[in-house]
C-alpha cells in the first residue's frame, strides 16, 4: 500500500477517534472513547446504587485512560458478581467518575463510568 494511502488512513481514523471521545463534565479532560464501548451482563448501561441508596446510572468501557484508579480491590456490594472493583477518578480534576472492575474471567478489565459525569466535548 503507498505511503500516502496509509497515512490518509491513518489520519481518517485519528479523526475518527478525535469525534467520539468523551470528556469528563467537570473540568474537560479527556477520559474514553464511545467506540470503547462495551457489553457486560448484556448491557452496555446499568441503572445501580451503592450502599448509601445513591443511584447512578453507568456505562461499560474496555479502556479509560483519562481515569487513574485507587483504592484496594474489593468485592464488597459489588455490581458484577466475580468483579472487584476500585474507584476511578479523573487523572484532570480528581473527581470520581466510576470504578474500575477486575476479574480473572473472559474480559479481566472494564470500567463502568457514571454517565451524567461525562460529556461529548472539553
Known amino acids: 500500500m503507498p505511503l500516502d494511502v496509509q497515512k490518509q488512513g491513518q489520519h481518517e481514523s485519528d479523526s475518527l477517534l478525535a469525534e467520539n471521545?468523551?470528556?469528563?463534565?467537570?473540568?474537560g479532560h479527556w477520559i474514553t472513547h464511545h467506540n470503547w464501548k462495551?457489553?457486560?451482563?448484556?448491557?452496555?448501561?446499568?441503572?445501580?446504587?451503592?450502599?448509601?441508596?445513591?443511584?447512578?446510572?453507568?456505562?461499560?468501557?474496555?479502556?479509560?485512560?483519562?481515569?487513574?484508579a485507587?483504592?484496594?480491590?474489593?468485592?464488597?456490594?459489588?455490581?458484577?458478581?466475580?468483579?472487584?472493583?476500585?474507584?476511578?477518578?479523573c487523572e484532570g480534576c480528581g473527581k470520581q467518575l466510576g470504578w474500575l472492575f477486575t476479574s480473572g474471567n473472559t474480559l479481566p478489565v472494564f470500567y463502568g463510568l457514571i454517565l451524567n459525569r461525562l460529556r461529548d466535548k472539553p
Open 21 to 27: 471521545k468523551l470528556f469528563c463534565a467537570s473540568c
Open 38 to 68: 462495551t457489553s457486560v451482563k448484556e448491557a452496555h448501561e446499568h441503572t445501580v446504587f451503592n450502599p448509601a441508596g445513591i443511584v447512578f446510572t453507568i456505562g461499560c468501557f474496555l479502556d479509560a485512560p483519562g481515569c487513574w
Open 70 to 89: 485507587t483504592g484496594q480491590p474489593s468485592d464488597q456490594f459489588t455490581w458484577f458478581p466475580s468483579y472487584k472493583w476500585r474507584l476511578a477518578l
